[in-house]
């Protein structure tokens, strides 16, 4: 994760480092000017307030430095965090159904990646930082008085103790709240995806209280959280509270007795802080470092799932004929289910024919276009592409190299936000105008250039502003305009009346010869404009 980032992040403990040593070294030069002062030592009282203020200087500019190499770095990696584990989304292998739900993965992909990021940037510096201040401080501590220095130290089991009882108390609150965060992510992100079905339904009374639950369950782990925290850090304190006393003590006994200096007494008070200081910033950190480790497991969750090949575009299998495809005695199962969807099952889809799909509901129509994209595989059997040419038949099996050959339009709506051509250019980046008008004829979807804007026209998300059919068929002219030869359209026409499905039939046979057509369909309707068709189920 700190590829890249790691000289950032050194420099920004180094300048900490720096600063401590700078504070060390204002400890020693402090007991100097006042032992001065108080004549208890001889010396030149100026250089030494001099020296002071060259310290307090340093400290302040290595502090900034600090920041600046916290600040950057850490927006830089919650970008690039956010980049990897989006990226390993988008391209992880698919089994039939996602392993995450998209509110909890952009849960992860938002604040796991600043939680992360925030801990490696400026969490672990300050970690570092901490504790060569605690150790400093120390060796100096034991310098002036070995006898302090190891009552002091006696009280660091304290800490350890204190750190230890309510670390794994605090990650297990802390993975609760974190899984609650994702469940409130969920159902916010669906109920307004859903608002007019909930708006309709008179449903929104049921999920606002289902909303305000899952506060107040966040809440209440929260709540418990802070309280572990509160009162271990409490404890914590209290220990090194009671060694700055100590160290008080100790020099208000010496100087009874004259065997402390104002001087030494000013400087076990500085170092009792020393001490302290970085103590309390270590328990101040630990409830966040154990809020990053719940961050770092979730996102490896994310970096476990397995890719899909990576293909180049010298590996892509290029053809302009059509191909067909052939099923031989393929068997294929769900994980989750106990009776397979596809049993020794065969066919041939010939290069060039129009095929209708039919069946009912769960016969594997949507399955079977999966099994040919190779988003699925199959557990017996062999799926294959083929194409004549030149006399001779060209077989390869179905596999994501050659998956460049194969277009899929899905069911329903699947526009994105943005215009009609940027829809339209996810089908081929580099269409001319020309291109689009002629994809846009043929799937009978010329209406584009009645609107106002035309091409331009905005669509919102899940194409709002246009009606099911209208992006549906946006949708298939986005497929056209794939360079493919195999085409799988997947109940295209459902939204579609009588007339413009009778219209998008007619201009899509007029192809027939330049596609293999794969149609998914439960209207009888298309029968007429079909070479065969493949009753499933």
């Known amino acids: 994760m700190t590829r890249g980032f790691r000289r950032r992040i050194v420099i920004s403990a180094m300048a900490g480092i720096i600063r401590v040593i700078t504070g060390l070294i204002f400890v020693a030069l402090s007991k100097r000017a006042v032992d001065i002062a108080t004549r208890q030592a001889d010396g030149d009282l100026t250089v030494y307030v001099a020296a002071l203020v060259c310290a307090l200087i340093i400290e302040l500019i290595c502090s900034s430095l600090a920041n600046r190499n916290t600040e950057l770095p850490e927006?830089?990696?919650?970008?690039?965090?956010?980049?990897?584990?989006?990226?390993?989304?988008?391209?992880?292998?698919?089994?039939?159904?996602?392993?995450?739900?998209?509110?909890?993965?952009?849960?992860?992909?938002?604040?796991?990646?600043?939680i992360a990021s925030e801990c490696l940037c400026r969490t672990v510096p300050a970690i570092t930082v901490a504790a060569f201040q605690l150790i400093g401080a120390f060796i100096f501590l034991w310098y002036f008085s070995h006898t302090l220095a190891i009552i002091l130290f006696l009280l660091l089991p304290v800490f350890i103790l204190g750190g230890k009882l309510f670390y794994r108390k605090v990650r297990l609150l802390t993975q609760q709240i974190r899984d609650t965060e994702s469940r409130l992510q969920e159902r916010m992100q669906e109920s307004l995806q859903h608002r007019i079905l909930l708006l309709t339904c008179r449903q929104t009374t049921r999920v606002i209280k289902t909303i305000r639950d899952l506060h107040r369950s966040r809440y209440l782990l929260?709540?418990?959280?802070?309280?572990?925290?509160?009162?271990?850090?409490?404890?914590?304190?209290?220990?090194?509270?009671?060694?700055?006393?100590?160290?008080?003590?100790?020099?208000?006994?010496?100087?009874?007795?004259?065997?402390?200096?104002?001087?030494?007494?000013?400087?076990?008070?500085?170092?009792?802080?020393q001490i302290q200081r970085p103590i309390a910033e270590l328990a101040r950190l630990l409830p966040g470092l154990i809020q990053s480790h719940t961050a770092f497991l979730r996102m490896a969750d994310i970096e476990q799932l397995?890719?899909?090949?990576?293909?180049?575009?010298?590996?892509?299998?290029?053809?302009?004929?059509?191909?067909g495809i052939i099923f031989r005695n393929v068997t294929f199962s769900y994980p989750e289910k106990d009776l397979p969807v596809f049993n020794r099952f065969s066919h041939s889809f010939i290069p060039g024919s129009y095929t209708a799909i039919m069946g009912k509901t769960g016969t594997g129509k949507s399955t079977l276009l999966r099994l040919i994209l190779a988003l699925l595989k199959p557990q017996e059997g062999e799926i294959e592409l083929f194409c004549l040419k030149d006399g001779k038949k060209y077989v390869s099996p179905v596999s994501v190299t050659n998956r460049n050959q194969i277009v899929y339009v899905p069911q329903g709506n699947s526009l994105l936000s943005g215009t009609i051509r940027q829809n339209l250019q996810i089908g081929k980046p580099d269409a001319t105008?020309?291109?689009?008008?002629?994809?846009?004829?043929?799937a009978a979807a010329d209406f584009v250039?009645?609107?106002?804007?035309?091409?331009?026209?905005?669509?919102?998300?899940?194409?709002?502003?246009?009606s099911e059919g209208q992006a549906q068929r946006i949708a298939i002219a986005r497929g056209l305009l794939c360079p493919g030869n195999i085409l799988l359209l997947d109940e295209i026409s459902a939204s579609l009346d009588e007339e413009t499905e009778t219209l998008l039939m007619q201009r899509l046979t007029k192809k027939h010869g330049s596609y293999t057509i794969l149609l998914v369909t439960h209207r009888s309707s298309v029968r007429p404009y079909c070479d065969s068709v493949l009753h499933l189920g």
């Open 222 to 273: 929260i709540r418990r959280r802070t309280n572990v925290t509160v009162y271990s850090r409490t404890a914590i304190v209290a220990g090194f509270e009671t060694g700055y006393l100590v160290a008080f003590l100790w020099g208000i006994a010496g100087l009874r007795n004259g065997t402390v200096s104002f001087g030494l007494m000013t400087a076990y008070l500085q170092l009792a802080g």
């Open 433 to 442: 105008d020309e291109e689009m008008q002629t994809a846009l004829h043929t």
């Open 306 to 323: 397995p890719l899909e090949a990576e293909v180049s575009k010298q590996e892509q299998t290029k053809n302009t004929e059509p191909s």
């Open 75 to 114: 927006a830089a990696m919650k970008d690039t965090l956010q980049e990897q584990l989006f990226t390993r989304l988008l391209t992880a292998k698919w089994t039939g159904r996602e392993t995450f739900h998209s509110g909890d993965m952009l849960s992860r992909l938002t604040e796991d990646c600043r």
């Open 449 to 466: 250039y009645d609107l106002k804007y035309g091409l331009d026209t905005i669509c919102g998300e899940h194409g709002e502003g246009l």
